[in-house]
């Protein structure tokens, strides 16, 4: 799996170590979605308190609860690297092999 991450519409350069957890946790978040199947792409943008999951191109329908969740698990995993501080706007953008 391959990960990007941009933080306020800054990319974030990541390590292999941190690469493989941001794309594994993400992929693991999202896959237990109904709708989710087989993914190859998946996009996360969180602004504010809204999120946006896109599965292969496909806007995943998230309820408030999800939304919750999938907000609070990216900002507690970026929140220890360097340069994220202020995280207003994040994107993670994942290949799956």
């Known amino acids: 799996m391959k990960a990007k991450l941009w933080v306020n519409h800054r990319p974030v350069e990541l390590n292999r170590f941190v690469e493989d957890l941001v794309a594994r946790v993400s992929v693991a978040i999202v896959s237990a979605l109904k709708?989710?199947?087989?993914?190859?792409?998946?996009?996360?943008?969180?602004?504010?308190?809204?999120?946006?999951?896109?599965?292969?191109?496909r806007e995943i329908p998230l309820n408030p609860f999800t939304t919750e969740v999938i907000a609070s698990t990216l900002r507690g995993l970026i929140s220890p690297l360097k340069g994220v501080d202020g995280a207003a706007q994040v994107s993670v953008s994942v290949k799956v092999d």
């Open 35 to 57: 709708g989710t199947g087989d993914m190859q792409e998946l996009d996360i943008a969180l602004t504010g308190e809204e999120v946006k999951v896109a599965v292969d191109g």
